[in-house]
């Protein structure tokens, strides 16, 4: 249950930060939600999710190094995937199409 708490203060903390830097990068984009009291509430969780992500690696190191190893681990195999799907999804491009006849499109 730890390490599902670091993960999630983890993700809260990425999303709190991606939110500040979405409304500095895009101010006059349409927002179908406004938050109520804009910044000081995001500021608010963003502070309290730091605290409490502080207070868990100081409580658990231990725990919050296999946390790191785990997320070390996924990062890289996702790279290495990500890599060689993108190298298949070139070679694809590379290929002579052939035209069929039974095409909609003309």
């Known amino acids: 249950i730890i390490l599902a708490c670091f993960g999630a ?35 608010i969780a963003l502070s309290i ?3 409490a992500l502080a207070c868990m690696i100081f409580s658990y190191p231990y725990l919050f190094g296999v946390f790191l190893i ?6 890289i195999l996702f790279l290495k ?3 060689q799907q993108s190298i298949e999804h070139q070679s694809w491009d590379l290929l002579p199409r052939e035209k069929t006849s039974s095409s909609l499109v003309p």
């Not at 991606?18 to 409304?23: E, G, N, T």
């Not at 785990?70 to 990062?75: C, I, R, V």
């Open 9 to 43: 203060l983890s993700l809260y903390i990425i999303s709190m930060v991606s939110f500040f830097i979405l409304r500095k990068q895009k101010p006059n984009l349409d927002r179908p939600f406004r938050v109520p009291f804009y910044p000081f509430t995001p500021i």
């Open 49 to 51: 999710s730091v605290g």
């Open 70 to 75: 785990l997320m070390s681990a996924s990062l």
């Open 81 to 83: 995937i990500w890599k």
